[in-house]
């Protein structure tokens, strides 16, 4: 399968304009042949604690934008949003991924960031997800997310690549580099990291997106600017690495 990353500024707080900004971005990639698109992390409305402002119910502007891009270009998209579902009270940092017959799966971030006071805005999800998508097993993951080794070790055997979406400040760029690389070679299965890239409330992002196959090796990888990385992901060289070198039936 062949996967497009998206590394793209974000105009904060502006869904439309956001909306905009990407939509020559997914023709390209459809024009390019992939067959899944990957956002950054609340791609429409930067990582923005005014839930009052940003929040929107389920199946509200930015989910239908995913919903009618995937049909239109007949693909695959993703990317999170704060989405408050039926009976809630707090949103939850919702990564939707839409399919182009329809299909909608959600995944609602497990670990939200308290450093920055994400937990007293937003709720907490409970329930990984992985789904199979054109025969590539995908587990979705959002920033933070990926800090927590043991949620990517109990997924390992049903996953060929993990799908992490980020707003990670350039400060910290070392670490989610390093970690991205480290979650590819500890499960053997691919990584695809998207990040943003630009300036949102006062901080700094370098993007530093990444697709690791499951060696760790490098297969696509930017900083700095907007741009799309292109890789094709094969669950066959998830099988093979497993194989030759069986790691995971060791783990305890």
């Known amino acids: ?13 502006q869904p439309a ?30 990582f923005s604690m005014a839930t009052d402002r940003i929040r ?23 990317g999170s949003l704060p989405e408050v579902p039926p009976g809630a009270v707090k949103p939850y940092n919702t990564l939707v991924l839409a ?21 007293e805005h937003y709720a907490a999800g409970s329930d990984p997800v992985t789904v199979d998508i054109e025969g590539l097993r995908c587990s979705l993951f959002i920033c933070y997310d990926l800090r927590f080794a043991d949620e990517f070790w109990a997924r390992a055997i049903d996953t060929d690549a993990y799908l992490v979406i980020a707003n990670w400040p350039e400060r910290r760029r070392h670490h989610w580099t390093a970690l991205l690389q480290a979650r590819a070679i500890e499960n053997q299965a691919y990584v695809v ?11 700094d992002y370098t993007g530093d997106s990444r697709i690791h196959d499951p060696w760790g090796e490098t297969l696509a990888a930017a900083a700095g600017s907007e741009t799309m990385l292109l890789a094709d992901l094969h669950p066959e060289v998830v099988r093979d690495a497993r194989e030759k070198f069986p790691v995971l039936k060791d783990r305890r």
């Open 1 to 13: 399968m062949r996967i497009a990353a998206i590394q793209s500024d974000i105009a904060w707080e």
């Open 17 to 46: 304009a956001n909306f905009e900004r990407l939509r020559p971005w997914l023709a390209a990639a459809a024009a390019a042949g992939a067959r899944l698109v990957v956002l950054p992390e609340m791609f429409a409305c930067g």
């Open 56 to 78: 929107e119910p389920e199946g509200g502007p930015t989910a239908s934008f995913l919903m009618s891009q995937a049909r239109a270009h007949g693909l695959w998209i993703c």
């Open 99 to 119: 399919g182009p017959a329809g299909q909608v799966h959600r995944y609602r971030k497990i670990h939200p960031f308290s450093f920055a006071r994400e937990h």
């Open 193 to 203: 990291g998207v990040n943003r890239v630009g300036r949102g409330n006062d901080l």
